[in-house]
């Protein structure tokens, strides 16, 4: 970045992570305004999203810190390009992950736009993660790992353009998450030892499924193992994921001796066209190792696909250590990805995310 100083709109969630961003920037001498976004409004006023008492401790935050903040409704958006989608894929029996969804049709563009009409330089968030901008690698920007390798988000991130990551600033990008909490200790901010937010605000603490029947409908049918034995019923594939062993309602298999194995249930399967939900006993069932997929929805990062000739790290989900693997293209277009040691639980719907040591190259959806 520059260093003359700038006019930076930040994202200013209520918690200590967008907090420290807007006043690591305000220390460096910014122009900074604070931004609340409020992206879902059914049922915000119950017991599951905090919507409120987050702009409270956004307010309290910018007022610590010595900056305006604004609050501004993107519900709307959020609805028609990220809830929407969400569900159309639920409904497909896939699982979704609407907060890589989130980041790039809300935080990073709806947030952006309403930032340039304020006359915004460049945008700032809370995410753990770096953008190296300049013309060292041919004008390219990078998204790059946050240094907090228990924190970094760049899995979350992975579909951001070169014109998004043109305009946008991760200050805490080389902190650690208790760093970032002795930050705020020291600068008395309120919401220093808050605690961090989990899942996604629409959903919140609640139970996940009692949500999901409310938009789509319980379509039963059996679970079976591989055998085709029947061992329970499931309320609506849409309700499970590949890998998941709460709330399957089995317990222990009997064999012809009366013996029963106590081995956990996990759901290997789902075959949507007869509406059966595969199980198998054992964490490491073979069923549960996939040595490749394909992924479809691509983004890439630098805004050209990699080279097929090279090596490269892959997570599945968030949290996951890298995988090493080789990638290549089918006829459609589709990204290939071939493990070197076969992974568990690959689920549809997912995020397939790409790096090339600690650049995040980008992915696709694994189909």
């Known amino acids: 970045m520059n260093c003359s100083l700038k006019r930076i709109v930040v994202g200013m969630s209520g918690g200590v992570d967008s907090s420290v961003a807007a006043l690591l920037l305000k220390r460096q001498g910014h122009e900074v305004i604070g931004l609340f976004m409020?992206?879902?409004?059914d049922d915000d006023d119950d017991e599951y999203c905090s919507t409120r008492e987050d702009l409270i401790d956004a307010v309290s935050a910018a007022e610590t810190i010595g900056v305006d903040i604004e609050a501004v409704n993107f519900a709307a958006e959020y609805k028609n390009r990220v809830f929407a989608e969400f569900l159309r894929e639920y409904q497909a029996g896939r699982t979704p992950n609407p907060d890589v969804l989130c980041n790039a049709e809300i935080k990073f563009k709806a947030f952006l736009d309403h930032a340039i009409k304020l006359g915004a330089d460049y945008i700032a968030t809370g995410h753990y993660a770096r953008v190296r901008h300049g013309t060292a690698h041919g004008g390219r920007h990078e998204l790059l790992r946050g240094l907090d390798t228990g924190k970094d988000q760049s899995y979350f991130l992975h579909r951001l353009t070169q014109a998004q990551l043109e305009k946008t600033l991760f200050p805490l990008g080389e902190l650690q998450k208790s760093t970032v909490r002795e930050i705020a200790r020291d600068a008395g901010l309120?919401?220093?030892a808050k605690k961090d937010s989990t899942g996604i605000c629409f959903i919140g603490e609640r139970p996940f499924r009692e949500?999901?029947?409310?938009?789509?409908?319980r379509t039963p049918g059996p679970m079976l193992t591989p055998?085709?034995?029947?061992?329970?019923?499931h309320m609506g594939l849409s309700y499970y994921t590949i890998g998941q062993r709460q709330?399957?309602?089995?317990g222990g298999r009997r064999s012809v001796d009366g013996n029963v194995n106590g081995e956990a249930w996990f759901v290997a399967?789902?075959?949507?066209a007869e509406n059966s939900l595969i199980v198998v006993q054992g964490h490491d069932h073979p069923l549960l190792l996939k040595p490749e997929l394909h992924a479809a929805d691509l983004a890439w990062t630098r805004a050209t696909p990699p080279a097929t000739d090279c090596a490269y790290g892959a997570k599945t989900r968030y949290r996951q250590h890298d995988a090493r693997c080789r990638i290549g293209f089918d006829a459609s277009g589709a990204l290939e990805v071939r493990f070197e040691q076969p992974q568990r639980a690959i689920t549809p719907g997912?995020?397939?995310v790409l790096y090339d040591g600690e650049v995040c190259l980008g992915g696709g959806i694994i189909q």
């Open 350 to 352: 997912q995020s397939v």
């Open 211 to 217: 949500f999901l029947a409310r938009y789509l409908p």
């Open 247 to 250: 709330g399957l309602g089995i």
């Open 38 to 41: 409020k992206n879902w409004e």
């Open 227 to 233: 055998e085709g034995q029947r061992v329970g019923e």
């Open 269 to 272: 399967e789902k075959r949507i």
């Open 190 to 192: 309120a919401n220093h």
